[in-house]
């Protein structure tokens, strides 16, 4: 069975405070591929990263940066000096390899207040 | 960037009244999906598809159908709307072949059945 649990509901943080997003996953199957999306008030999905099983190293994008360990099944996402712009709902989600379809967590409500 | 359209992006409808969904993506993807969305809620995949002719049921049981005659549109139509389909429906495609298959989305269609 393929789950992902996104423990946190809601976070609120003031701009520029760093926050992380916490993301852990259970699947059985060996080879899988992880993904993080955006859902800003306009409803639209963005994509943000992939990363795959095979590849613990973790990745920085600008303010953006991701922490990927498979000893915990945790991919969790942190912003950095946060902006009332990253105010959205951020999901988490699964891929097996080869199934057809995203798993998604029930996502983390991100409000940046100024 | 992704060029995925959904139309309408809201609407409102009484209930037994047929309605389609509309989803085109101009980017030549073979795979195309459609999740739902309710409100603080993770996405459940109701259908996808593989290319034209080619269309499967999700994991979450939905009594909408899909069709796939070209390969940059999928539409959604519920033959009798209910309150029960009150919901966010989001459409999403793919390269068919490729590592990590990320998945694009469109803006979504806000449906709410009276």
């Known amino acids: 069975a393929q789950k992902v649990t996104q423990a946190q509901t809601e976070i609120s943080v003031v701009e520029k405070e760093d926050v992380t997003l916490d993301c852990v996953y259970e699947t059985r199957d060996t080879t899988y591929y992880l993904f993080w999306y955006k859902q800003p008030p306009s409803g639209e999905l963005v994509f943000l990263i992939r990363r795959n099983s095979f590849d613990e190293q973790n990745e920085i994008s600008g303010r953006y940066s991701w922490n990927f360990q498979k000893s915990t099944s945790s991919f969790n996402f942190t912003i950095t000096a946060s902006q009332v712009v990253d105010s959205a709902v951020y999901f988490c989600?699964?891929?097996?390899?080869?199934?057809?379809?995203?798993?998604f967590g029930t996502g983390t409500r991100l409000t940046v207040i100024p | 960037e992704a060029d995925i359209y959904q139309t309408p992006r809201y609407l409102v409808i009484g209930t037994g009244k047929k309605i389609t969904l509309e989803c085109s993506q101009t980017m030549g993807h073979d795979k195309m999906y459609w999740y739902q969305q309710d409100p603080g809620m993770e996405l459940h995949l109701i259908h996808y598809?593989?290319?034209?002719?080619?269309?499967e049921k999700g994991d979450l049981s939905s009594e909408s159908t899909v069709s796939r005659i070209r390969t940059e549109h999928f539409p959604l139509t519920l033959e009798s709307a209910r309150p029960s389909h009150t919901s966010q429906y989001l459409c999403?495609?793919?390269?068919?072949?490729?590592?990590?298959?990320?998945?694009?989305f469109g803006p979504g269609t806000r449906l709410t059945v009276l």
């Open positions: 989600a699964l891929r097996p390899t080869g199934a057809n379809n995203l798993f």
């Open positions: 598809s593989y290319g034209v002719n080619s269309t």
């Open positions: 999403a495609s793919s390269v068919r072949a490729g590592r990590y298959n990320e998945q694009f």
